[in-house]
């Protein structure tokens, strides 16, 4: 300063004026090249040789003065005479001056910016403000799908949708945050979006959320049937009519296995096994497993019962048959030890006395099941809907019929699994893993036989499910084409899916309890009931820890920030295309 307060007055005075323009009005730096290009007209005009002389004038003058010879005291007698020339020197800078003041007040910003944090001073501009303003009206409006994928917030610095494609979400995603709302609201978006693209949405909603009435006005505007189960409405029974094998692993996500030592939870799970091949044998569908299957089974777990039902098989329990030989064995070990199958009847028994429990039994749906959470009649479709689809998509859901998750994806339908689990308790988190075991069975099988499902499964409260079961969803999800969004509060269920999923997307304030730094797999256990049964437990291994911060994390760890306002959203995505994208600002 001191250097071109002597040589370059113009210059030092251009350059506070740039400063403080730029700090003031947060402009981006684009606007620096506007003085920039004057000051390359004006020296064209003038002449290189030209301005650069003019430029130099006031400088050379004071160098003379200064470096003359005689004494000194004279000479600075000298220098008043130059300032009172300042009209014929001044003006000759203003060239050269415009182009460097403006070089140099683009490399103070940049130092500021670094100092201080990226986007802190600029402000958009004026196209950047008309298309978020743009983007802003229609998401209020509830446009939230994309060309590819859903909207979930924009970007306030470039005014572009900060979207999700269903290629992204195929591989999962994780919404996570302090305040359930705002990760409640995220996954909605993605669910409504899903239905926007006429695609099979299973809900499984463990939360007291009111976002059921969003998805039935989505589902009526595309004429999407709907589905409701609940405590007061619906049938699911998904042990109807599957194998043996199959219906044993469905079972075994509805038993807390956690405090029962390893040898009884393998009787548990081999009587289990050939009690459900016992009923499926001596039942009219052979090999398959009747509707009410909770009922038999507990009363196949008492003492005698299921030697009894042996009797039933083709020459009985003594028979040549290796299931009468192997459930006769079973039957033995239980007289021995009456005890060992006590927690499990108790538990199957609770859940069967619950109002969830009992709709795993109705066989049929209801006209109030095709209604919303809060209607007591058929959901309200407009006549340009049925007009444009040419019927009433209400009238092609079967009234007494149960629901079936292969039926839903086939059908592109809309099922919603309402489980309170503040209402309801330990039965919700119980049929929300019936549920997601039944799914991944279903994902399976159509996966084997080369069937890609166009559907999207939400799982809002996924911390009562489990690791495994979840890890097992998302492997399923490239292979069938099936978009899994999870949703948890639980900082240390968070952290441990966050490996698993490639989508990180969080709403509001990171979760307060996350696990500290290098802690252990064991720290992810979300929930004691939650426990894997026997043979069944996987066996964790070494997993990235998930960073909320956006520097000091490494490789593919979810980096978002720490501390973000309520609503704003941040994502991070690893694949196809790997990229970060912090504080958007949420519509809702």
């Known amino acids: ?170 591989g999962g995603v994780l919404c996570t945050g302090q305040d359930s709302q705002a990760v409640t609201a995220t996954g909605l978006e993605l669910a409504v979006a899903a239905i926007q693209h006429r695609k099979a949405v299973i809900v499984v909603d463990l939360t007291a959320s009111t976002g ?38 469905l079972l075994a996500e509805l038993i807390d296995w956690s405090g029962m030592a390893h040898a009884r939870q393998v009787f548990c799970a081999d009587y289990l096994s050939a009690a459900l091949a016992v009923v499926a044998a001596t039942t009219a569908g052979q090999d398959r497993l009747p509707a009410a299957l909770l ?10 019962e299921l030697r009894a039902r042996l009797r039933q098989l083709p020459g009985g329990p003594q028979g040549g048959d290796s299931l009468g030989r192997r459930g006769a064995d079973l039957a033995a070990r239980l007289d021995a030890d009456p005890e060992a199958l006590v927690s499990v ?17 109705q066989p049929a749906l209801t006209g109030p099941a095709l209604t919303g959470p809060a209607l007591t009649g058929p959901a309200p479709i407009s006549p340009a809907v049925v007009g444009a689809f040419g019927r009433d998509w209400r009238s092609e859901v079967p009234g007494d019929s149960a629901l079936s998750l292969a039926a839903a994806l086939a059908g592109r339908e809309i099922v919603v699994f309402a489980l309170d689990r503040r209402a309801h308790g330990r039965p919700a988190a119980q049929v929300a893993r019936l549920v997601v075991a039944d799914l991944a069975g279903v994902l399976a099988e159509r996966r084997e036989l080369g069937i890609r499902d166009d559907c999207l499964v939400w799982i809002n409260g996924c911390d009562v499910v489990g690791h495994r079961q979840l890890a097992a969803l998302v492997a399923l999800g490239p292979a069938t084409g099936t978009c899994l969004v999870l949703g948890s509060t639980v900082g240390a269920v968070a952290a441990g899916l966050s490996d698993t999923v490639n989508v990180v997307a969080l709403a509001g304030p990171a979760p307060a309890d996350l696990p500290p730094e290098g802690a252990g797999d064991a720290s992810l256990v979300p929930d004691p009931a939650v426990s894997a049964g026997p043979g069944l437990a996987s066996q964790p291994g070494s997993r990235e820890r998930l960073s909320f911060q956006e520097e000091g994390a490494s490789g593919l760890g979810a980096r978002l920030p720490l501390a ?25």
């Open 1 to 170: 300063m001191l250097v071109q307060l002597a040589l370059a007055q113009l210059t030092l005075v251009l350059f506070v004026c740039f400063a403080v323009t730029g700090r003031l009005s947060r402009w981006r730096l684009l606007w620096l090249g506007a003085p920039a290009a004057a000051g390359v007209i004006l020296v064209l005009h003038a002449g290189a040789g030209r301005a650069a002389a003019g430029y130099a004038t006031a400088g050379g003058e004071l160098v003379r003065q200064l470096a003359g010879t005689g004494p000194f005291m004279p000479r600075l007698t000298r220098l008043p005479a130059l300032l009172e020339a300042w009209q014929r020197w001044l003006p000759a800078q203003l060239p050269l001056a415009l182009i460097v003041a403006s070089a140099q007040a683009a490399a103070w910003h940049l130092l500021a910016r670094r100092a201080a944090g990226a986007g802190t001073w600029y402000r958009p501009g004026a196209v950047v403000a008309v298309r978020r303003a743009y983007l802003t009206a229609t998401l209020r409006r509830g446009e939230v799908a994309t060309l590819d994928g859903g909207c979930v917030g924009v970007e306030p610095r470039t005014g572009k949708r900060a979207a999700i494609s269903w290629q992204e979400a195929c």
């Open 212 to 249: 059921h009435l969003a998805i039935e006005s989505a589902g009526a505007d595309v004429g999407a049937p709907l589905r409701w189960f609940d405590a007061a409405r619906g049938g699911y029974q998904p042990f109807a009519g599957v194998p043996a094998d199959r219906g044993a692993s």
């Open 295 to 304: 009922d038999e089974v507990v009363r196949l777990l008492g003492p005698g």
């Open 345 to 361: 009847a108790a538990q199957l028994r609770s859940l069967g006395s619950t109002a969830l429990g009992s709709r795993l039994r």
């Open 564 to 588: 973000q306002a309520a609503d704003e959203v941040s994502l991070h995505v690893r694949s196809p295309r790997p990229r970060l994208v912090t504080r958007c600002r949420v519509v809702r």
